[in-house]
């Protein structure tokens, strides 16, 4: 059996049968309630085996991978004048939160990091960085874009 791993929330995430999931997603007739409770394998409510399963990521976005301290760093380096002041501050401001209910608000987040990306060498950084996060959280295949 393939299965998919479906992140909730940062409390658990939700284990799906891949067969199903792909079947449920080619249907024409699929209801609005969404995948149906019976096929679902496992909820993960512990991290650690969540860290510990392979993954892939076919669809990683560079600009939404930066780390918070990287961006903090090069933000107070080049003095952007961002409402940041520490890593915490870098966080909120780069983060998606509950608070951010639609794709605007998303895309809002993503585009921040362009204000760091501009400068010699952090384009390479976050790509090393983004790799370097993918090999700590077991992704055995990442495409970053």
């Known amino acids: 059996m393939f299965a998919i791993i479906i992140y909730v929330n940062a409390s658990y ?3 799906v049968d891949f067969s199903y999931l792909t079947r449920f997603l080619k249907s024409k007739q699929r ?4 995948i149906c409770e019976e096929r679902i394998i ?3 409510m512990d991290k650690d085996i969540y860290w510990k399963l392979p993954k892939v990521n076919l669809h990683h976005h560079l600009e939404g991978a930066v780390r918070p301290e990287t961006f903090f760093e090069v933000a107070s380096r080049h003095q952007l ?3 940041i002041a520490n890593v915490s501050d870098s966080k909120r401001f780069l983060q998606v939160s509950a608070d951010d209910s639609s794709l605007a608000d998303f895309l809002v987040k993503v585009d921040r990091s362009l204000a760091v990306s501009q400068y010699p060498g952090v384009l390479t950084r976050m790509a090393f960085e983004a790799v370097e996060d993918g090999y700590y959280q077991n992704v055995k295949y990442l495409e970053l874009r």
């Open 81 to 83: 004048g961002l409402p």
């Open 31 to 34: 209801s609005r309630k969404g």
């Open 13 to 15: 995430f939700v284990l």
């Open 42 to 44: 496992e909820i993960i």
